[in-house]
DNA sequence: ACTTTTAACTAACAAGTGTTAGTTGTTTTC
DNA sequence: GAAAACAACTAACACTTGTTAGTTAAAAGT
């Protein structure tokens, strides 16, 4: 797709690795092996091990935090918003499957970056949150419990990684279209 | 809660670390510091580090499956159905948030009993995705994909154990119903 | 009272871990 | 064509890994 420089073709490598058997079982030489050198060549293009999940995960979760922040200031309905960003998980997992899978299960591995991490997720949730809760203000949303809502929708959106390289079939745009569906209007007749 | 012999306190004393780290940056060492003794004692009770892995997962992917084989069989509406899975789902995972930390995060390190617990697994989604197609069959259920159905309902149940220790102002009953509404109605007004 | 079981211990193992130092050939830059 | 940068290599390091063997003290069973 987009290997363009040597550290992005370990960094890709070790993340189809790190899907596979998470980030700690997956040795130097394993990722090295997988490229076809020796463990100690990838130091000529990263610094650590840490380094390589660093890179995966700040970089994704950059990428939700900027796209939250045009979704949240954009001028449009709440239940809109949502669509918004299930679009916008779609999106970007359906071209980061790998790299999804380290920041879902191997986030806690980070280290001097960390806190760095939990300062986005923790924003990007509250952001969520208050989209949710104005459209209950609004009246768009039924008056549920809203942490439930956020739960619900957050943890589908989250383990899409698992499922898009399974089906294959329905493209980005009729899946959006689907979660959408399900998710905002439920599946009762 | 019910460690009674030495081999579940393990267990147990395990799962905690399992859910934090992972199993595969769990050393014997950390599990046996945590239990104030030293790694090589483990082994009066366990046969191995993968031992404690297939106790924790086996044992819980069997009771989903269990439970399921009732509800499946049950007389009851399959909208119906859908809820008591979502209750099965609250009251395992209530019980057993460490536990269900290792089954979502670490199944794919089981060796000899990994293909029986793909087996388990795979039944389970069975089940579970023709009680949503009969109730597309039978008009209780919108005529949506099934699959983004199935895998949205499912995201959020196996995501439980997530969320659940973080909550904890909600009880059982009250968040089993809750989901229901969400996942089954939808949110929108 | 004696035997067996339980559950801890120390010591050690072979293999694997991330990483560094120093080297070498090739490609790019001036 | 010389100098610099790039990207691979071998060899080695200190440490951690899961696990085994053999031992010992206390508890339970007879």
Redo the contacts between chains.
């Keep these: 797709m987009k290997p363009k420089t040597r550290k992005q073709q370990i960094i890709n490598t070790a993340a189809t690795l790190f899907k596979?058997?998470?980030?700690?079982?997956v040795s130097m030489r394993d990722i090295a092996k997988a490229l076809g050198i020796k463990a100690s060549s990838l130091y000529n293009h990263i610094s650590s091990k840490q380094d390589i999940l660093t890179e995966i995960i700040i970089s994704l979760a950059e990428a939700f935090t900027n796209g939250m922040s045009v979704i949240k200031t954009s001028e449009i309905t709440n239940?809109e918003k949502l669509n918004r960003i299930i679009e916008l998980h779609v999106e970007i997992t359906t071209k980061n499957t790998y790299e999804m899978a380290s920041m879902n299960?191997?986030w806690?591995?980070l280290e001097e970056r960390l806190e760095y991490y939990l300062e986005l997720r923790d924003g990007y949730e509250e952001n969520f949150r208050s989209i949710?809760n104005e459209g209950i203000n609004d009246?768009?949303?039924?008056k549920?419990?809203p942490?439930?809502?956020l739960?619900?929708i957050l943890?589908?959106l989250?383990?899409l990684y698992?499922?898009i390289p399974k089906?294959e079939d329905?493209n980005a745009e009729d899946?959006a279209a689907?979660?959408s569906?399900?998710?905002?209007?439920?599946?009762?007749?």
Excluded: C, P
């Excluded at 569906?181 to 007749?189: M, T, W, Y």
């Design positions: 596979k058997k998470g980030y700690s079982a239940v299960n191997d806690m591995h949710i009246n768009e949303i039924i549920g419990n942490e439930v809502m739960f619900s943890s589908t989250r383990s698992l499922w089906k329905l899946l689907n979660l569906q399900v998710l905002i209007h439920g599946i009762k007749k």
